[in-house]
């Protein structure tokens, strides 16, 4: 094997790193307070006007931070978290991501 090839291939394993930095759970509690009033209702819909919103506590962490910048950059269209989104600097949301990825890892659940 080449030399270079075999000493990516031992980077890549030493180093599984994502393309995504790790956010701060605990930054992003506090980031994520708004997020709750819809996120955190049970059964998911919002009280007024009812509709349903996801479920984000305990999802992936990456795909969190993708969805999140989606909605901020135009990408996935939708009026409200768009507006959410935009708000949010590159720092929020991967601390916002890393709370709700982290809730029902062990914790209360969203
Ligand atoms: C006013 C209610 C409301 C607030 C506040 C709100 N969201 Fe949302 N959120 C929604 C709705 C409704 C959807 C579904 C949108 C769609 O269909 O694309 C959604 C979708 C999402 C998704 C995509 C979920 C998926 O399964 O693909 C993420 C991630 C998300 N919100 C994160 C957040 C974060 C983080 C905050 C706080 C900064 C927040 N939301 C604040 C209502 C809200």
Redesign the pocket.
Known sequence: MPRLLSTLLILVTLFPISAIAAGDPVAGET??Y??T???GIPGYN?IYPT????K?GG?NYE??VI??KA?RDGV?D?A??EL??K??SDQDIED??AY?AALGKGEASQ
């Open positions: 980031k994520a708004t997020c009033g819809c996120h919002n509709y349903k919103v996801p984000i999802q795909y969190l969805a999140l909605y996935r939708h409200t978290m959410q989104a708000a949010l916002v991501a709700f």
